[in-house]
């Protein structure tokens, strides 16, 4: 098969505390930077050749957050809290995820089944979302997630299904019927806080009709379907290979001897494909895939067009398996757009998911190049005419690397021009002031360059790549790493040929990338993002942003930036504020951040586990970031020019320019710092100095 390749001050979490951290003209600033106060005059979101676009033409981008079930039934002050620290963030879109888990809208004490919407939990739900709207952000909404079917809504062997009946609620029809029910009262229940249903509200953007659900996800449960169940998808099975080869004589024709004597399509005697070894033969396995996307496209043809039927305006998509490229088909094929996830170091299990103590690699994805970074991953997303949202991602605490998540996602999510980035998740109540995985909300690694990456990302400042791989599956990982150079694009061509070939204008791979992927350093044809995985270091160069994230090197510079520093792990970003390059900028911000972690946290060496590490303690507040005064200074310049000296190794610090004049904070007490000619010793305040030298770039006339 070929592979044919065409050619401010930000939001700051303080040492201690991340709620005592005082909010300053430039956390405003940035929040309304990135969102656009005539939302609501733009009308519904629709697709338009293959990205979100509004009904005036203009494009449409997102950046955003996840916050998901425990975290939403919270008081109205807290919420009204949360909902401002996003407006300060930059946030233009939430994504309310598992509303219909355990103690969500789905489940009314002393009430069985789930058949009903608690009053109460959506009377929350739609004061989220009334406040949401008030500070012009956008939202998405998801429907079944991990709602738990039960005997009273009539579901067959309900105890025996898993959270989502998952892959079942993709093919039941009961399961199916259900799954309309609750969409047509969820969707158009009027809020009445803004007096709208969500069908009628241009505020929500995005819905999605099932989160991570599919026959591919998880194939070994596929292939141990519980009855009535699997005697009904075999029924479905026997049927469609009816429609493909008539009879038995027909199908073996097809399968040979893979054909058992006592299979009969018109008998309905001819078991399921397995998935999971050991395989049957290629055919009769293709067979057996093909058929299963033909039931999932089914099934999201069915709840899109119900969806439709009871007003829902907007684009529509499902979730199944980023990496299986027919499962993500069966959505490019039906949905409007594609939405997934990618994480860095997701916790691994010795036992049953989510239980026990949670393991994990602590390793520098920089580092790798392969097929489950970032850029390659996602590589699969864009298909043709469809937008991508990647709708949960993160770089995982207790990872001590992650200050280059933002950096990374940021940088190839605009290479590969993405629709929309959505971090997962944000965190409230007693978990909010430490650190937890997947949560990010007092996370100073993370959090702290969220309002500066969704600026760069919504402004487009890092370029789209103009030269196009096109992925022509089935096809080997090794080809999806020409996303760390190339914009890709993905299709399926069904083929008898089993060999992966790679070409580029009839050139090898190695010369016509080379100069791309010289020596380990990944380079994207625009130039501006250089991957160097010796170093475990990623460098974005464009005019409005600059950055440097990874493993620091003790000097570097990038445009305008000089950087020299101790802190062996961390990221150094600057970005405009006043949309001209940083060179000429009269107004922009540089922020540093390193490592946090919880006090008391201990991650230990184990044997046998899952993975290296043991989260054997998670700690408690306060978050600390390890900065201490260090003889050595942090030096920036800026232009050739002294910018700062700060006697600090980790930490956070930034500072911002503006018409000559410096706001710096440092999280860090009792470090010599010095900023134009006012020489102090740091105690937690933010300080506004004056500069006294022009930092533009001094041109030379020629005589």
């Not at 509303?99 to 969500?104: F, I, L, R, Y």
């Not at 001897?257 to 050991?278: I, M, N, R």
């Not at 590490?613 to 970031?625: E, F, N, R, Y």
């Amino acid at each position: 098969m070929a592979v044919r390749v065409f050619i401010c001050l930000l939001v700051l979490v303080a040492l201690a505390r991340a709620q005592d951290y005082p909010d300053s003209l430039q956390v405003r600033e940035l929040g309304s930077m990135t969102r656009e106060p005539s939302s609501l005059r733009k009308g519904f979101l629709r697709v338009r050749d293959g990205q979100f676009r509004w009904a005036d033409g203009s494009r449409a981008k997102f950046w955003g957050v996840n916050i998901a079930n425990r975290n939403l039934w919270i008081p109205r002050p807290e919420i009204d809290r949360v909902v401002d620290a996003w407006a300060r963030a930059g946030v233009n879109m939430v994504r309310f995820e598992a509303t219909d888990s355990k103690g969500a809208l789905l489940d009314i004490p002393g009430v069985p089944g789930s058949r009903r919407l608690n009053p109460e939990r959506l009377l929350t739900l739609h004061y989220w979302i009334s406040r949401v709207r008030d500070k012009q952000m956008h939202y998405y909404l998801d429907l079944i997630d991990f709602r738990t079917f039960t005997p009273e809504d009539g579901v067959a062997n309900a105890t025996a299904l898993p959270r989502a009946a998952r892959p079942y609620a993709c093919f039941d029809e009961r399961l199916i019927e259900l799954q309309k029910e609750y969409a047509s009262q969820f969707l158009t229940a009027v809020n009445p806080y803004t007096g709208l249903a969500p069908v009628d509200d241009p505020m929500m953007a995005l819905v999605e009709v099932c989160n991570e659900s599919g026959f591919f996800l998880n194939a070994s449960h596929t292939d141990k379907l519980i009855e009535p169940y699997r005697s009904n998808l075999g029924q479905r099975w026997n049927a469609w290979l009816q429609t493909r080869y008539a009879d038995r004589a027909g199908l073996a024709a097809a399968w040979g001897t893979a054909l058992k004597p006592e299979e009969d399509p018109v008998a309905g005697t001819v078991a399921l494909p397995h998935l999971t070894g050991p395989l049957d033969s290629p055919l009769r396995q293709q067979d057996g895939v093909d058929f299963l996307v033909a039931v999932q496209r089914d099934y999201f043809k069915t709840m899109k067009g119900h969806l439709r039927r009871i007003g829902v305006k907007v684009p529509i998509t499902a979730v199944v398996s980023a990496d299986i490229p027919p499962d993500v088909f069966s959505v490019a094929a039906e949905m409007d757009f594609v939405s997934e996830n990618h994480y860095v170091d997701h916790p691994a299990f010795s036992g049953p998911d989510w239980q026990g103590k949670f393991f994990y690699q602590n390793t520098n994805t920089l580092r790798d190049p392969g097929r489950f970074g970032f850029a390659p991953y996602t590589a699969t997303l864009r298909w043709p005419d469809k937008p991508v949202v990647i709708r949960e991602w993160g770089w995982v605490w207790p990872n001590a690397y992650r200050a280059a998540s933002m950096p990374e996602a940021l940088a190839y999510a605009s290479l590969q021009d993405y629709d929309g980035m959505l971090l997962f998740s944000y965190k409230t109540g007693e978990v909010a002031p430490r650190l937890v995985e997947f949560g990010y909300q007092s996370d100073p690694c993370v959090w702290g360059l969220f309002s500066a990456a969704g600026l760069a990302f919504l402004r487009q400042d890092v370029e789209a790549g103009e030269d196009l791989a096109e992925l022509i599956y089935p096809v080997g990982p090794e080809a999806a790493r020409v996303a760390y150079a190339l914009r890709t694009l993905t299709r399926l061509e069904p083929s008898g040929d089993t060999e992966v070939v790679l070409s580029v204008g009839g050139m090898s791979p190695e010369l016509a990338l080379g100069p791309l992927f010289a020596a380990g350093t990944y380079t994207s044809s625009t130039g501006q993002i250089e991957r160097r995985t010796g170093q475990g270091l990623l460098r974005i160069q464009a005019p409005r942003l600059v950055a440097l994230a990874g493993e620091l090197p003790a000097a570097a510079q990038v445009g305008p930036l000089e950087y020299a520093g101790t802190s062996p792990v961390g990221a150094v970003l600057a970005v405009s504020l006043d949309d001209e390059p940083l060179e000429s900028s009269q107004r922009f911000v540089i922020k540093f951040v390193s490592v946090a972690e919880n006090t008391g946290q201990a991650l230990i060496p184990v044997q046998g586990g899952p993975a290296p590490l043991m989260l054997d303690q998670s700690g408690a507040a306060p978050v600390l970031t390890l900065g201490r005064p260090d003889p050595s200074p942090t030096r920036i310049k800026w232009n050739g020019k002294q910018l700062l000296s700060l006697f600090q190794q980790n930490g956070t610090f930034e500072l911002m320019i503006e018409d000559g004049r410096a706001v710096f904070w440092t999280d860090t007490p009792g470090v010599r710092f010095q900023v134009g000619q006012a020489e102090l010793v740091s105690n937690g305040s933010v300080y506004d100095l004056p500069l006294t030298r022009a930092l533009q770039p001094v041109h030379n006339e020629a005589p």
